[in-house]
């Protein structure tokens, strides 16, 4: 059977919280099969809240948890890395209420799991595994989830941007055959330096630079090194999706499509399907009729 996975041992990093612009802290801790992803803020006495979509409660710029009157906001990212790397249960300790921007990827996260090691559990891993289609819209945004036998993601932004546009604005992946780590990971989030002071005025991207994110003027980008992959804008929307995804509280097995998406129509399209119950389910596979290579692939390499 496919195991459910957490760290060998606690790893710790520290970074700049985007919005709060303050030093952030973090320390990812091993956890019990069954414990799932849990925020610890030890600036709050201990007090946790469950990386789950029920307990989400802000979606402006980024995916934010609330539980009572603990919060953690810019979970996204993080939550990708670990959807990525098979990661079911671990504790994520932080100093503050955000989690570090880091670079503005997955990668540093990435890396951190990887240098803590990657232990499988004596416990089967549950998928969600999709059954009906569910599709929700707004104006002319839509994302629906799909049957599929594997983890597809197909998406398409619409950002009227010279570089964005000569990057390519459409992507599809099946991640049977390519690999998160290698396609995905290291895509940084972006955002117009227009929208910079105004933002900055409203307590908000206080620790935004270009050193964690792809910085746009009104017709050129200014980070000096360019992009990490020649259509990094829309595969940084890949890297939110998963991680979006993963507050279901276990993988996805379907398809997954959009037009103009984001946080806001990500959670929306996971509120909509639980409450459908004939559209899902919840699977255990073994590991030689698993239609989930992409996990096995990028996990045995950090195994």
Known sequence: MIKQRTIKKSVQARGVGIHSGKTVNMKLLPAEPNHGIVFRRMDAGGKEVKALNVFVNELVLSTSLQDGDVKVST??????????????????ELDSFEVPIMDGSSSPFVFLVQ?????EQDASKN???????????????????????????????DFDHEKVKESGQKISIDFSNQSYLKEISRARTFGYMRDLETLKAANKALGASPDNAIALTDDDILNEDGLRYSNEFVKHKVLDIVGDLYLLGANVIGHYQGFKTGHFLNN??????????????????????????FYSEDWHNTL
């Open 75 to 92: 979970v996204e990212h993080l939550m990708s890395a670990f959807s990525a790397l098979g990661i079911d249960n671990i504790v994520v």
């Open 127 to 157: 998928f969600i595994v999709i059954k009906k289609p569910i599709k929700v819209k707004r104006g002319d945004s839509w994302a629906e989830l799909s049957p599929y036998n594997g983890f597809k993601i197909s998406i398409e932004i």
């Open 268 to 293: 929306e399209l996971i509120t909509t399907l639980q409450a459908k119950k004939d559209a899902w389910a919840i699977e255990t596979f073994e590991e030689e009729n698993a239609p989930v290579s």
């Open 115 to 119: 240098a803590a090691g990657i232990e």
